[in-house]
């Protein structure tokens, strides 16, 4: 199995630009969720979802717009890039529901704003 | 809101001198104490659950505990490819998605 699959995995904007990281996953996982990481801050979540149709804010959504039409898929779009955005972001998937199984976490995708 | 905090932010050790890791935690309804280990350049895996206090979970030199305020990760005769981040992350029960919160994470170097 792939996993939780991130792309791209390195990524240069200029400010006002706009783009989407794509985030699949092949284990029919109903919870997806997007965190940024930035040095001595840890794992900040940005959405989550807990099914198709169905998306929430986290700790740090400004800046930030998540759909969720497939099971699959989770895209996280920057509307208009800013430096403050510059970090490494990661997708994660678990079972969903009440079940508190682990998350599974793609390789990341580092996003330079200069 | 829940809390995590996990100590020391840097630990540097010598190759088989054991050591342990500390994470803090605030929660209402603990539904699962999660540990994980981070390379460079990759996402977190997975390394342990925990659910209740007094329960233990071991994986090679690795060895998770719990109580009802804190977890430890201790580590034993670590060996240089341990080396790595260390997040803990805590799952409450209050709120229909049970979202984990994590902390800062300890930053871990293995000296051969």
């Known amino acids: 199995n792939a996993g939780v699959t991130q792309t791209p995995k390195f990524q240069v904007l200029k400010t006002g630009q706009s783009m989407t990281l794509q985030c699949a996953q092949d284990m029919n996982h109903e919870y997806m969720s997007w965190y940024r990481q930035d040095p001595g801050m840890g794992l900040r979540l940005i959405h989550y979802s807990v099914g198709a149709g169905i998306t929430d804010q986290g700790e740090v959504p400004n800046g930030y717009n998540v759909s969720r039409s497939t099971t699959e898929d989770f895209p996280l779009r920057l509307l208009s890039a800013a430096p403050s955005q510059t970090s490494v972001y990661f997708c994660?998937?678990?079972?969903?529901?009440?079940?508190?199984?682990?998350?599974?976490f793609g390789e990341g995708s580092r996003l330079t704003v200069l | 809101e829940d809390q995590v905090t996990q100590s020391p932010e840097a630990l540097r050790l010598q190759e088989g001198e054991s050591s342990s890791l500390n994470c803090s935690y605030t929660v209402s309804g603990l539904r699962g104490l999660f540990w994980y280990r981070q390379d460079p350049g990759k996402g977190p895996e997975f390394l342990f659950t925990l659910y209740s206090a007094g329960e233990e979970k071991e994986k090679e030199r690795l060895k998770a505990t719990l109580t009802k305020k804190e977890s430890f990760l201790h580590i034993t005769a670590p060996k240089p490819e341990d080396s790595a981040t260390y997040l803990c992350?805590?799952?409450?029960?209050?709120?229909?998605?049970?979202?984990?919160?994590f902390g800062r994470g300890t930053s871990l170097i293995v000296h051969p």
């Open positions: 994660a998937s678990r079972r969903g529901g009440v079940d508190t199984g682990e998350l599974f």
């Open positions: 992350a805590v799952q409450g029960g209050t709120g229909g998605s049970y979202i984990p919160t």
